[in-house]
Structures are given as C-alpha cells and as structure tokens.
C-alpha cells in the first residue's frame, strides 16, 4: 500500500544564530525512536524491475526530444517520502544516493513542504530578482540570517550561484583576480590590457592556471572541467586549457595498519603538488590556487589524511596562492560536521569553500581580501535565487532542532561498522571500508561486480550509488537514521551471500 505524504512541522522556526557549522558533539546514541518524517515506509516493497514499464515508456517518449541515456528510472515525488523514493511504477526504494547527494533532509519533508505557504515567500518565489543590480530590500539579511549562519568558521563573504560549477568557475576568477593585482601593485588597467583581453591575448588575458588532482571532479564548464579528471566522458572532444594535474593520496586500508605507508603516500603527493606550483611560473603559466575536495566523490571517494590537507594549506601559504576546498558534495552535513574540512584541523580557514548539492543553492564564501575591486566581475543575471534560501533556512532550522549532524554520526558508526563487518566476511568481494558520518564507501574486487551489486541492490529496493572503477557510494540524506542503516546492509549482506 502506498504511504501518503503527512507529518506535522517539528519544533519552532526561531533563527539559526551563527555558527551551524561549529564543532558537533561525539557520536552516541540516537534517542530519535520515530523517523524523522512521518508516514515513511517502514521497509522496501518492490512491484516490479526497475526500470519498470512505465519507466521504460516514459524513457522512450522523453528519447524523442531528448538525449538523456543516463536515466536510471522515473521517480514519483508526490510519493516519495523521507528516506524512500518511490517510481512510477509503484516501487518503494530506500533512497541512500538521494539525487547525487543533494536531498538534505529526505523527500516531501514537512518543513519544506510548507516554506512557501506565507504569501511572502511566494512572492519571493514568483518574482525572481537579478540579484546583483535589483535585490529585494531583505536581501542582506538573508544572506546574514541563513547563509552565514552556516558559514565555514573564519569566512563571512558569501556569493550564492546557480549550481556547483559556476560557483568553482568563480571561485577560480578570485584567484586570478588576487594573482594579477599583486602584479599590477595597485595600478589600474591600461588601454593594452583592456583592448587585449577582448580578442583573448595577452596581457589582458594572462596565461594563468589553477593546480587540480588525478580524480578529482569540480564540474563541467570549461575552467571547471580543466580541473576534473574522474571519468574520459565527461571531458573527450572538448577543448580545455592545459593546466597542470597531481596526485592525490592513495591510502592503503586498513588505516591503523598502514601508517607509514600512507605517511609516505601523504609526503609523495605533497611534494609533488609543491613542485608543480613552484615551476610553474618557469613553465609560463603561473598557477593562482589550488582546489581539492575534501572527500573525491565521483573519481572514487579517496580520502585525505589532517596532514594532507594541512600541508596543502601550508603550501599555498608558502607561494602566496588561493586554498579553495569543493565542498559540493560534503558539504552541508553528510560527514557529521556542516563542512568536511572542519575535521582537518587546519591552522587557518580555506580561503574559498564552493558549495551546492544539500545547500540547496550554489555558491562560494570567501575571505575579504578576495573581494574584487570593481564591479560586474563576479555576475550573472540571477547570482543564485532567494527562493532556494526560502528552502535552505528550513533546512538548516531542521538541522538544529532536530540535531541531525549528531545522528549523522551516531548512524554512520553504524553503517562504517557494519560495511567492515561484511568486509571481513566477504574479502573476496569487499575492501577498503571508508567514510565519515554516513558519506561511506565501500570498493568491489571489480567494476562489474560493484555494477551486479547495485543492481541486485535496487532489485530488493535499496537504491545506492557508484563512483570510481569499482566503489559502491553511500549518499543518504541527513534523516537516514540506524534502522535505515540496518536494512541496507542486510540487503547488502543477502546480495553478497547469492553471489
């Protein structure tokens, strides 16, 4: 039987008071008896294949005016509840890929349900501003009161954006912006570099860079998809600039019993990356910053060390060039913290975070001396959509009240328990459990065991996702809680016991 979407609005809709973000308690035990989105399905139940029929009929029709392959199936969101997607053909999911992990707080949740029922709000909603020349008269404060309520700590600049690669794309201008003003010394710009830069040649377009890293993906605009490097579709038969690659750590697993290797590992990649800034002037394309990801989602779920991210960050300290962290796809609370490097203990604040994906909004905080200089150079007709904040205040509201970054952690040591676990019984298929709060990872002993897996997973209504050569991803939204947990990595164990 189908579950109808219901639930009451959870607490009260007092202000998120700076910061969200800061330190989150040690996991325990989750009190939360109840989901935390009422009426959602207490289990799987599967109708049919997926994609079923009426998925299949809907692909066809949609093939005619689109080229869309990568379809997996056709959800029904007016069904879709909590943790449990539902598609067209009837058939309840537990939903732990959640969009490419950019659902917050799970499907239909009441709090958002009803964000736009003040005639304000749809006002908001229906007349989209240009927000860089008209914004409304409360837009200063909504930046205040939502997006920097969820402020990386040590950044109070925020730009919101439409999407996760304009916000690299950005991000990137800023670090040229700040490489290029220190050349000038102040001076403005002359008659040359302004006639020049409208034909692309120098010296109004300088040959300048940015320093990316082997799987690393930061979306698929041009500068962005020069610094993406997880999968060859993504960037074949597209002309790109030439900037420098290195590599990022490859950890060998478990952690605790390799220490010196991945010290080692951790030291390699370093001194690679430093090497790559400090030639990089000689090779006549200076490199301006750096971005990295905290956790390389699509090109794997790699993992960095403290020491890795804290060298980073040294480095860039050394040679005077941006620290930009990809927070995309962890940011916004799925390791257990609002942002992932908050864990690194780094000595200083990024000077760039991108953001997007459960932020509901895309979007770049920065420190204040990146702030450009002139007007019109960080712009687009929108730069972002208040609406999207209407939303994300609830979400960040919900968040607190209902301390989700606590059971973030309390449900992700139970799912990085039982993925070792099953890690242990199955060496032959599992190795490398990883993640933080329930941004988790799993690797198959191959590419096509890891695709048999996921099928066979969706086939008894868990719904997750892949990355990498041979990774199974977990991307559950913040309401996933321990039982949810539980009935994952039971499927998972009964596709793994008829393998």
Same mark, same amino acid.
């Given at each position: 039987?189908?579950?109808?979407?219901?639930?009451?609005?959870?607490?009260?809709?007092?202000?998120?008071?700076?910061?969200?973000?800061?330190?989150?308690?040690?996991?325990?035990?989750?009190?939360?008896?109840?989901?935390?989105?009422?009426?959602?399905?207490?289990?799987?139940?599967?109708?049919?294949?997926?994609?079923?029929?009426?998925?299949?009929?809907?692909?066809?029709?949609?093939?005619?005016?689109?080229?869309?392959?990568?379809?997996?199936?056709?959800?029904?969101?007016?069904?879709?509840?909590?943790?449990?997607?539902?598609?067209?053909?009837?058939?309840?999911?537990?939903?732990?890929?959640?969009?490419?992990?950019?659902?917050?707080?799970?499907?239909?949740?009441?709090?958002?349900?009803?964000?736009?029922?003040?005639?304000?709000?749809?006002?908001?909603?229906?007349?989209?501003?240009?927000?860089?020349?008209?914004?409304?008269?409360?837009?200063?404060?909504?930046?205040?009161?939502?997006?920097?309520?969820?402020?990386?700590?040590?950044?109070?600049?925020?730009?919101?954006?439409?999407?996760?690669?304009?916000? %690299?794309?950005?991000? *990137?201008?800023?670090?040229?912006?700040?490489?290029?003003?220190?050349?000038?010394?102040?001076?403005? @710009?002359?008659?040359?570099?302004?006639?020049?830069?409208?034909?692309?040649?120098?010296?109004?377009?300088?040959?300048?860079?940015?320093?990316?890293?082997?799987?690393?993906?930061?979306?698929?605009?041009? $500068?962005?998809?020069?610094?993406?490097?997880?999968?060859?579709?993504?960037?074949?038969?597209?002309?790109?600039?030439?900037?420098?690659?290195?590599? *990022?750590?490859?950890?060998?697993?478990?952690?605790?019993?390799?220490?010196?290797?991945?010290?080692?590992?951790?030291?390699?990649?370093?001194?690679?990356?430093?090497?790559?800034?400090?030639?990089?002037? %000689?090779?006549?394309?200076?490199?301006?910053?750096?971005?990295?990801?905290?956790?390389? $989602?699509?090109?794997?779920?790699?993992?960095?060390?403290?020491?890795?991210?804290?060298?980073?960050?040294?480095?860039?300290?050394?040679?005077?060039?941006?620290?930009?962290?990809?927070?995309?796809?962890?940011?916004?609370?799925?390791?257990?913290?609002?942002?992932?490097?908050?864990?690194?203990?780094?000595?200083?604040?990024?000077?760039?975070?991108?953001?997007?994906?459960?932020?509901?909004?895309?979007? =770049?905080?920065?420190?204040?001396?990146?702030?450009?200089?002139?007007?019109?150079?960080? @712009?687009?007709?929108?730069?972002?959509?208040?609406?999207?904040?209407?939303?994300?205040?609830?979400?960040?509201?919900?968040?607190?009240?209902?301390?989700?970054?606590?059971?973030?952690? !309390?449900?992700?040591?139970?799912?990085?328990?039982?993925?070792?676990?099953?890690?242990?019984?199955?060496?032959?298929?599992?190795?490398?459990?990883?993640?933080?709060?329930?941004?988790?990872?799993?690797?198959?002993?191959?590419? !096509?065991?890891?695709?048999?897996?996921?099928?066979? =997973?969706?086939?008894?209504?868990?719904?997750?996702?892949?990355?990498?050569?041979?990774?199974?991803?977990?991307?559950?939204? =913040?309401? @996933?809680?321990?039982?949810?947990?539980?009935?994952?990595?039971?499927?998972?164990?009964?596709? =793994?016991?008829?393998?």
């Amino acid at each position: 039987m189908m579950n109808k979407l219901g639930g009451i609005v959870r607490g009260d809709t007092s202000k998120i008071q700076r910061l969200l973000s800061t330190a989150t308690s040690p996991a325990k035990a989750t009190s939360q008896s109840k989901p935390y989105v009422v009426g959602e399905p207490s289990g799987p139940t599967m109708k049919c294949e997926v994609p079923g029929p009426q998925s299949k009929s809907l692909l066809a029709d949609l093939s005619k005016i689109q080229s869309m392959d990568s379809v997996h199936f056709f959800a029904d969101y007016d069904k879709s509840l909590g943790n449990y997607i539902v598609d067209v053909d009837g058939n309840e999911m537990l939903d732990m890929f959640t969009q490419i992990s950019s659902v917050p707080i799970g499907y239909n949740h009441p709090a958002l349900l009803s964000a736009f029922d003040s005639p304000s709000a749809m006002r908001v909603l229906v007349n989209r501003p240009a927000l860089g020349v008209y914004p409304g008269a409360d837009w200063a404060q909504k930046l205040r009161d939502v997006m920097l309520s969820a402020a990386p700590p040590g950044l109070d600049q925020v730009t919101t954006m439409m999407c996760g690669s304009c916000s %690299n794309e950005n991000a *990137f201008k800023l670090m040229h912006f700040k490489y290029m003003e220190k050349l000038r010394e102040g001076r403005t @710009f002359t008659a040359e570099e302004m006639e020049s830069c409208m034909i692309n040649q120098a010296p109004g377009t300088p040959n300048l860079s940015v320093l990316s890293f082997h799987g690393g993906f930061h979306g698929r605009t041009i $500068a962005s998809l020069a610094c993406t490097h997880s999968k060859y579709i993504h960037k074949i038969d597209v002309p790109l600039p030439n900037w420098p690659v290195s590599d *990022f750590p490859r950890y060998k697993y478990p952690l605790e019993e390799n220490i010196r290797e991945n010290e080692e590992e951790d030291n390699r990649c370093l001194a690679l990356a430093e090497e790559a800034i400090a030639n990089s002037g %000689n090779n006549g394309c200076p490199i301006t910053g750096v971005i990295v990801e905290p956790i390389q $989602a699509e090109g794997g779920d790699h993992h960095g060390s403290n020491k890795w991210f804290q060298g980073l960050q040294q480095i860039c300290k050394k040679y005077d060039i941006v620290y930009l962290i990809d927070e995309v796809q962890t940011g916004g609370g799925p390791t257990g913290k609002m942002w992932c490097h908050e864990w690194f203990d780094l000595e200083d604040s990024p000077d760039i975070v991108t953001f997007s994906k459960k932020m509901l909004t895309g979007g =770049l905080y920065h420190k204040p001396e990146l702030r450009p200089k002139q007007p019109w150079r960080i @712009f687009n007709t929108w730069v972002g959509d208040p609406g999207k904040l209407i939303l994300l205040d609830a979400v960040l509201k919900t968040i607190k009240k209902d301390d989700l970054l606590g059971n973030t952690l !309390a449900t992700g040591d139970i799912l990085l328990s039982g993925l070792k676990d099953l890690e242990s019984r199955f060496p032959q298929y599992l190795k490398n459990t990883r993640g933080r709060g329930t941004f988790c990872a799993i690797d198959c002993d191959t590419g !096509a065991r890891r695709d048999d897996v996921l099928a066979k =997973l969706r086939s008894l209504g868990v719904h997750a996702g892949g990355c990498g050569e041979a990774a199974i991803r977990l991307r559950p939204a =913040l309401i @996933f809680q321990p039982w949810h947990a539980h009935i994952f990595l039971q499927k998972l164990e009964d596709v =793994l016991l008829a393998q």
